[in-house]
């Protein structure tokens, strides 16, 4: 039941709702838990509802640095 | 799929293990807790266990909520359902988990119950507007993530003004836990269960945010890495520990930040505070009571609160005497201790709290890792791809 996981945000609708796609699979979800939501976004989706977003940079930035892990340098 | 395939690559996966190996001082012994059920799960599924050098050890800590519910509040949720009036809306994973006599929800509901599985509360809230002849009852449970979700529905089902709505509160918070596993005389009296410093949870740290741990850094000068559920971001923790741990320091570090901050997120924070408050002691299956770490309704709520509206009692029931999920969720044990592992306790036919989920540490490794265990090294990493 932790399951959790990445979907991408297609279209804001009313009262705090979003419909997200889930391996291809259209999915309406609540977004009452965070804030300017917009389609494109990235959010964590668990037992229904946006936990956060997935912040894109931060991402690029975790990456880059888990190659420089893998090659040996220190983060 | 996007931010998830690109965390899953073995090779990378390898390196980091290398690196890790590398890193960490032959001379000693690394002992990690990763205090989350989804860590545990991704532990086992991948086999990061085997890519690690022998002296970095995963310890699997109690963050597995269903596996944490004691049977006395499963008892009683069974002993609701099985009034006529009451439709209990539950999580999937709760169905099969058994009281003291055996019983479990979905027993409950083959014997006339109305037991309805929930995906979201959006789904129970859904059933309380759609016949609002019945009396509906979430049964709530988990960490911080599931809090949220919970107090949103209350919020909710007061704006719609459904009456026929309650919810049967069973969550918990996690700097309790982590709390009283540092406090308990295991892991205090040197010597027993030797814990390092911690892999802290992906989501429930996306609510509370990193500086939930900043205390237990500092006071138990035990490090501490947020971590994401991939397999690079669990190696990628345990290479920041080990580096951690070889300098001296113990501070919170936080290696998913793509999805979790420092103060977390505000607005689910002030939904759990808008509609719960902690209870003085809340029993946790395998830890036995610990204080302050469990939630209530706030007074103000009491009509939405089952326990209170349907004068709801809960027994205290042992699990079976050669159970060691409480040494296991302490860390001071592994599934294979004991002796009821895989012979009679199973999956299918749950012993101990361990058991009875998949993010529990004796079901991850009855799953993954039963055959493993000879094969070590030959194999290891096989499961990224
Ligand atoms: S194998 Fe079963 S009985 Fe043994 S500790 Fe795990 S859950 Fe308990």
């Not at chain 2, 980091?16 to 807790?33: F, K």
């Not at chain 2, 949870?201 to 509370?208: D, E, K, T, Y």
């Not at chain 2, 159970?323 to 009821?340: H, N, Q, T, V, Y």
Request: charged residues 25%; glycine residues 8%.
């Amino acid at each position: 039941m932790c399951l959790a996981i990445p979907v991408e945000v297609k279209e804001v609708l009313p009262d705090d709702m979003a419909s997200v796609t889930l391996d291809g699979v259209l999915k309406i979800i609540s977004t009452a838990l965070i804030d300017d939501v917009r389609p494109g976004d990235y959010v964590i989706l668990h037992v229904g509802y946006a936990l956060t977003k997935i912040n894109p940079e931060e991402a690029e930035r975790t990456l880059a640095l888990i190659h420089e892990a893998a090659m040996g340098n220190a983060t | 799929m996007k931010y998830i395939d690109e965390y899953r690559n073995g090779r990378l996966a390898r390196d980091i293990a290398r690196q890790i190996a590398s890193t960490a001082d032959p001379g000693r012994s690394y002992h990690l807790m990763e205090f989350c059920g989804g860590h545990t799960h991704v532990i086992s599924r991948y086999g990061l266990e085997d890519l690690l050098p022998d002296n970095v050890r995963m310890v699997h800590g109690p963050g597995c909520p269903v596996c944490v519910l004691p049977i006395g509040r499963i008892g009683a949720a069974i002993a609701l359902a099985m009034r006529s009036d009451i439709t209990l809306c539950t999580y999937g994973d709760l169905m099969r988990v058994r009281d003291k006599n055996g019983w479990s929800l979905l027993k409950a509901k083959a014997a006339g119950a109305d037991v309805r599985m929930v995906y979201s509360t959006l789904d129970a809230l859904k059933i309380a507007e759609a016949e609002p002849q019945r009396e509906v009852v979430l049964f709530a449970i988990g960490f911080e993530t599931t809090t949220p979700p919970t107090a949103l529905a209350l919020k909710t089902a007061i704006a719609k003004g459904l009456g026929n709505f309650s919810i049967f509160c069973n969550h918990v918070v996690t700097p309790a836990a982590i709390h009283s596993i540092l406090e308990s005389p295991d892991v205090r009296k040197l010597g027993t269960i030797k814990i390092d410093g911690f892999v802290g949870p992906a989501h429930v740290s996306a609510v509370i945010g990193t500086k939930a741990y900043e205390f237990f850094a500092e006071e138990f000068r035990k490090p501490v890495v947020v971590a994401g559920f991939e397999p690079l971001d669990v190696l990628q923790a345990v290479l920041m520990l080990v580096r951690q741990i070889n300098d001296g320091r113990h501070v919170v570090e936080n290696q998913y930040i793509r999805a979790v901050t420092r103060l977390g997120n505000v607005k689910a924070q002030e939904e759990i505070a808008n509609f719960f408050e902690l209870r003085e002691s809340f029993e946790w299956r395998g830890l036995g009571e610990l204080p302050l770490s469990g939630l209530r309704l706030r007074p103000r709520y009491a009509a939405y609160d089952a326990e209170k509206r349907y004068s709801m009692v809960t027994f205290k029931a042992e699990d079976n005497q050669a159970c060691e999920c409480g040494s296991i969720l302490r860390g001071a044990k592994k599934p294979a201790d004991c002796k009821l592992f895989a012979t009679v306790c199973t999956p299918d036919t749950p012993m101990g709290s361990c058991m009875v989920s998949s993010e529990g540490a004796c079901a991850a490794h009855w799953t993954y890792g039963r055959f493993r265990t000879k094969a070590r090294q030959s194999n290891a990493g096989r499961a990224i791809a």
